[in-house]
């Protein structure tokens, strides 16, 4: 008996079609009036500031020069070039063009900040649901030209006209697919924020429609229904042009008859219709009018003097014609130049989404991380942190890196160490050159009361792009883009991001380097804010250090008390030492290898840092006597400062030595308790391992002599069976049969418990299990898959074992032995047993035994003697054999017949002929549940755990109530085919449904060589796509030679089917390659395979257990899922993790780096249909 037969579940939406007589009564219909909210105003560049209480006047100054300011900044952090990255994964021309001008919107506030990132995690998670893909804006252009034009009274062209319907169809397809993506419950708070950027958005449907009603989209022509003029003119002059070419017609073959031209010519000159004729025949046209002469003077192009009228009607026609275009065009024009607002409104927000989705696939290119803002009360909590990133990396250098490593050899890769130790920027040794580029992560990590970092260090150390990696940092968590780091990345918002880093000299402003950064610095304090974020490097420098020094002090401690964080690198050594008066200062230092004398580029927070100029000097190659006498000059410069910096050290060192001892004497006492516990543990542990081996041992000698003496019992009732049976009669033999199969009965139901005892003996042997060389064992966490063992067990509990080509080395554990036939034949033999006595007894309650006396049968046991096979053969062949079988058998007797299914030619011949023969008393069909769509067991795993799907008999349930007015095809076995009217809006590709010979299709999407296809099948005209496929499939079941893939390619276009043989119980699903067409699969509670183009069905029916079907792919009963366009590879099963490490979703997709090893060989008696023949038989 075959079980686990599965229902198809297909649901279909379609369109309603609008038709109107005419343009006036189109353009009569009243339009829909819709609040249209202004757009989220974004600042591009910073935002409003705190102004204090002052004049007009100053406040303007300051406003403009804090917009120029951040705008120098934004320059200085290399601003542009970051939303140059971002411009690659934007989709339509105006997110395009946003992101090269580097005009990404900045959140003006924190709110808008955070709305911005709520919208980049609604992405990410819409990409993940539709398998990293983008969705769909190939329609949506930049029509704001097009609207301005319209605006300002410019006549628009049907192409013109063309493009606003395209953008605004896609417009409302890009909403309707979010609210898909939406249209559960669970699903909706996470795309939420993206739904609120399209909500109450007028789509201007009136307007498409209009459009729609008025040109043909395809061919760029206006209608012949746009007016009832246009259709009344357009047909006078397709008559008037029928009689006017007959007439010509006529003329130019008496010319030629006559001689007068070597073919009939017909053309037109000056917009006239007329007649080639030779200039030594023209007066075969004595009244006709010349209108042009050949360039050789030997052929005039006469007009006959009978078409002259006919000419001029096509004139004023043509006039007329183009007159009623140009109304009808400038009506169109004057339609959109009044929803101006609206359409640009509603450009305005699907660039808005544009962008959200350009930033979400920008943060999966770089494994981007969200950030989140500090929280504005956490500066009162002690040891709370305002900025903490952990691992960031520099966007540009990633990119760099990323390019660099592309190049990389994969041989050279393994000689190559990745430096991650160091939290700096770039790294430049211990690899190969290509690799010398590598971004080198920082970690960033600043209090809630510090205001102001002094960042000291070596030169070449990495001082100027950590403070270049925060500001951009700050940016770009402002304009919504997630970062390139680790963990959870925090940090405040900041209304403006100043800085001061580079040489700002300047012969024409007459500005030195010195004064260039003193008046930028000037230009920073006076528009800075408690919100701001201020960048300065080098401060102080260019000027004599004394005076360099007390200006930076000055600096330092204003910026203190007037900004939210202000972060300085410098190589002024005392500037450090202000943290020591002020808690609100903060140290730190760019590490530098003495041993290497080269820069780590980690940043020693807490610590500050020597500038290490002679180190670096010698490490270029500088010559050794300079710099000893460098050093000499240091020492004989400041020797009492030197003298005071070393013992300031060495008191640090001695306290770090103390602090550090002491964590080692605290870890050396909780390293000996550790070692006594895991001693007393592991002492119980073995003596429990003794303990639980003889247990095992005493049970497994119990359970074997049960089995002994169940085995001996049931050979006596067998003995006694076999020598009662030869002296008795027919009719004694059910009567024996029973006897025997009570005493069987018995016996399993006395040892009961053997299989649980099996199952324990196993364990316990492959405890004790040690393959050998050359052995073949089961891997457990392969589903006991066979392998080969390659070498015996080493010291470490591990096999080297070979799985088909691949060789793996595994635990000792993770595998068994083969069991052993003899040991396991007695347990094993018991669930067999136990299903022929119930085989056996339920064919006795269907042919009524002997008891009620009715004549008594043979014994029902199938053998060659008593079954006839009609497989494989003809009708007549089958009937001839089926008859010579029935004569031949006794009376009362008992035949199996196995016709197989095929095309149900057969079955039906030997059921007519069963009904009808005189010697049959009764027949009965055996009946085998057959797996018509068995789902991939992957499908499960979502809903591992829960309880959410449902069976077979409740989804029909609950479609049926849904939809009253539903189409359900009721097949055997429970099966059904359900089809459903929901709103005419929600599919947006065509669909049809056919049902022809016990073969049912629904299709979806259009394809684009049906008129081939019906050439080749032989169909005619009016056939529909959904013909087509049934029509394939039927060739291919009866006589088609290769595999169904080959079948798949010949389809080109969009779509999907579902196709369902009932007479042969064959399924067969696909999809096309681009996946344009919605379908999704899962399973149902019971096991149930369910197909629909409906989420919102395919989630109540399986609860999670669904993914959408894959593009480019196809399933059928006999060989599952395959791929049509890569056939020689396993389409393989992709899980997806929440953040507790459990399946939340699964995708299928081609795994391109797993080959099969071949195609079976398919021919007319095993094709892709060929899997209704019924297993088991």
């Keep these: 008996m075959f079980h686990s037969l599965s229902p198809l579940v297909p649901s279909v939406e379609y369109h309603s079609l609008i038709q109107f007589s005419n343009l006036s009564s189109f353009l009569s219909i009243p339009k829909l009036q819709k609040l249209i909210p202004g757009p989220p105003k974004f600042s591009t560049s910073s935002s409003t500031l705190a102004l204090s209480d002052s004049t007009p006047d100053s406040d303007s100054h300051r406003l403009s020069l804090s917009h120029t300011l951040q705008a120098e900044t934004l320059k200085i952090l290399e601003w542009g070039s970051v939303c140059k990255q971002l411009s690659f994964f934007t989709s339509t021309s105006m997110g395009l063009s946003t992101a090269q001008k580097a005009s990404i919107p900045l959140g003006g506030s924190r709110e808008e900040s955070q709305k911005l990132l709520d919208q980049t995690t609604a992405s990410v998670a819409a990409m993940e649901m539709m398998g990293s893909r983008l969705p769909d804006f190939s329609g949506i252009e930049d029509i704001s030209g097009i609207v301005n034009s319209a605006a300002s009274a410019q006549l628009l062209t049907v192409n013109e006209l063309c493009a606003v319907r395209r953008t605004l169809r896609a417009a409302r397809g890009l909403f309707d697919r979010l609210e898909e993506l939406a249209s559960s ?65 006529g003329v130019s073959s008496r010319i030629f008859q006559a001689g007068g031209i070597d073919s009939p ?174 971004p080198v992560p920082v970690d960033i990590k600043i209090g809630c009361g510090t205001r102001v970092v002094v960042i000291s260090g070596p030169n070449t150390g990495g001082k100027t792009a950590s403070i270049k990696t925060l500001g951009l940092a700050s940016v770009m968590s402002k304009a919504g883009m997630y970062l390139p780091a680790e963990n959870h990345p925090k940090l405040p918002w900041f209304n403006l991001v100043l800085a001061d880093v580079g040489d700002h000299q300047s012969l024409e402003q007459n500005l030195s380097t010195f004064s260039g950064h003193i008046s930028r610095i000037c230009n920073i304090l006076e528009v800075a804010s408690k919100e701001s974020l201020v960048l300065l490097d080098e401060i102080g420098g260019g000027t004599d250090p004394s005076e360099g020094l007390a200006l930076s002090s000055s600096i330092l401690q204003y910026l203190k008390d007037h900004v939210n964080l202000a972060v300085v690198t410098t190589h002024y050594a005392d500037l450090s030492c202000l943290k020591e008066k002020d808690n609100r200062f903060e140290n730190a230092a760019m590490e530098f290898s003495l041993q290497t004398l080269r820069p780590t580029y980690r940043i020693l927070w807490g610590s500050s840092g020597d500038s290490n100029a002679l180190n670096i000097a010698k490490m270029i190659g500088f010559n050794h006597n300079i710099i000893e006498r460098a050093k000499e000059w240091m020492e004989s410069l400041v020797p009492e400062k030197q003298q005071q910096r070393k013992g300031l050290l060495y008191r640090s060192l001695m306290e770090e030595r103390d602090r550090l001892q002491a964590q080692a004497e605290r870890a050396a006492s909780l390293n000996a308790e550790i070692i006594d516990l895991y001693q007393e543990i592991h002492d119980e542990a073995e003596d429990l391992d003794r303990r639980e081996t003889a247990l095992m041992a005493k049970e497994t000698i119990q359970i074997q002599q049960e089995v002994k003496t169940a085995k001996s019992q049931m050979e006596t009732v067998l003995q006694e069976f076999e020598n009662q049976l030869r002296n008795a009669s027919s009719d004694q033999f059910n009567l024996l049969i029973r006897k025997s199969e009570s005493a069987i009965a018995s016996i399993l139901e006395t040892y009961c418990l053997g299989e649980k005892s099996s199952y324990t003996v196993s364990e316990t042997d492959s405890h004790s299990f040690t393959p050998q060389a050359g052995e073949q064992v089961l891997l457990k966490r392969l589903r006991d898959k066979l392998a080969t063992v390659v070498d015996s067990p080493g010291a470490d509990d591990t096999i080297l074992v070979q799985y088909g080509k691949i060789k793996i080395r595994v635990k000792k554990t993770d595998i068994k032995a083969i069991p052993n036939p003899t040991n396991n034949a007695t347990t094993s033999s018991f669930p067999r047993m136990k299903r022929q006595v119930r085989q056996s007894r339920e064919f006795q309650s269907q042919t009524g035994g002997s008891e009620d006396g009715e004549v008594a049968y043979g014994p029902v046991v199938q053998t060659s003697k008593n079954t006839v096979d009609l497989r494989g053969t003809r009708v007549q062949e089958a009937s001839y054999h089926l008859e010579m079988a029935i004569s031949a058998r006794e009376p009362h007797s008992v035949l199996f017949v196995i016709h197989g299914m095929g095309t149900g030619a057969v079955k039906e011949r030997a059921l007519e002929m069963l009904a009808n023969h005189p010697r049959v008393d009764k027949y009965e069909q055996e009946i085998f549940e057959k797996s018509i769509g068995k789902p991939p067991e992957e499908l499960r795993l979502p809903s591992m755990g829960s309880n959410n799907s449902r069976t077979r008999e409740d989804i029909l349930q609950t479609f049926g109530a849904s939809w009253l007015e539903a189409t359900v095809y009721n097949f055997s076995n429970g099966n ?123 989630r109540e029916a399986c609860g999670k257990s669904f993914s959408p079907f894959p593009p480019g792919c196809l399933f059928t009963n006999r060989s599952g899922l395959i791929s ?30 797993t080959r099969l090893p071949s195609i079976p060989r398919t021919g007319s008696a095993s094709n892709w249909a060929g899997s209704t023949a019924v297993e088991g038989e």
């Design 185 to 249: 419950e669970d699903c909706r708070e996470r795309y939420l924020p993206l739904l609120e950027i399209l909500w109450n958005c007028d789509f201007q449907m009136e307007l498409e429609q209009k459009i729609g009603f008025c040109i043909d989209f395809e061919l760029s022509i206006i209608l012949d229904r746009a007016s009832d003029e246009l259709e009344i003119v357009r047909s006078e002059r397709k008559r008037n042009m029928e009689i006017l070419d007959s007439m010509l017609k």
């Design 976 to 1098: 059904f085919m359900a089809l459903a009217r929901e709103n005419d809006d929600y599919s947006s590709h065509p669909w049809s449904i056919i049902a022809i010979e016990d073969v049912f299709c629904i299709f979806f999407g259009t394809l684009e060589n049906t008129c081939e296809l019906r050439r080749h099948y032989g169909l005619s005209r009016v056939a529909t796509e959904a013909m087509v496929v049934i029509e394939a499939y039927k060739v291919l079941r009866d006589r088609a030679p290769y595999p169904p893939d080959q079948v798949i390619k010949d389809l080109h276009g969009k779509f999907a089917f579902i196709l369902f043989d009932a007479k042969s119980a064959t399924l067969f699903v696909a999809r096309d390659r681009d996946g344009s067409t919605d379908l999704q699969w899962g399973m149902a509670g019971d096991g149930s395979l369910v197909c629909s183009n409906n989420p919102k069905i395919i």
């Design 1124 to 1153: 049509f366009d890569h056939p020689l590879h396993k389409v393989k099963a992709v899980t997806r993790l929440d953040d507790y490490g459990n399946t939340c979703a699964v995708f299928f997709q081609v795994d391109l780096l």
């Design 265 to 438: 010519l017909i053309t037109k000159r000056r917009t006239r219709m007329c007649v080639g004729i030779r200039a030594s025949h023209k007066h075969l046209l004595p009244d006709g009018v010349v209108l042009d002469v050949s360039s050789s003077g030997a052929t005039y192009f006469v007009e006959p003097k009978e078409v002259v009228e006919l000419n001029n009607m096509e004139v004023r026609l043509s006039s007329a014609e183009k007159a009623e275009e140009i109304a009808i065009l400038s009506l169109l024009t004057s339609e959109i130049a009044k929803s101006e607002t609206e359409i640009k409104v509603l450009l305005d927000r699907i660039l808005e989404v544009d962008l959200a989705f350009a930033r979400a696939a920008y943060a999966q290119w770089m494994n981007g991380v969200c950030p989140t803002f500090s929280s504005e009360g956490s500066e009162n909590l002690d040891h709370a942190i305002s900025v903490d990133i952990d691992g960031i990396q520099h966007p540009l250098l990633l990119e760099s890196s990323l390019r660099s490593l592309s190049d990389v050899p994969a041989s050279s890769s393994e000689n190559c160490v990745q430096s991650n130790e160091g939290n700096g920027i770039t790294h430049s040794g211990g690899c190969s050159e290509h690799r010398s580029g590598f």
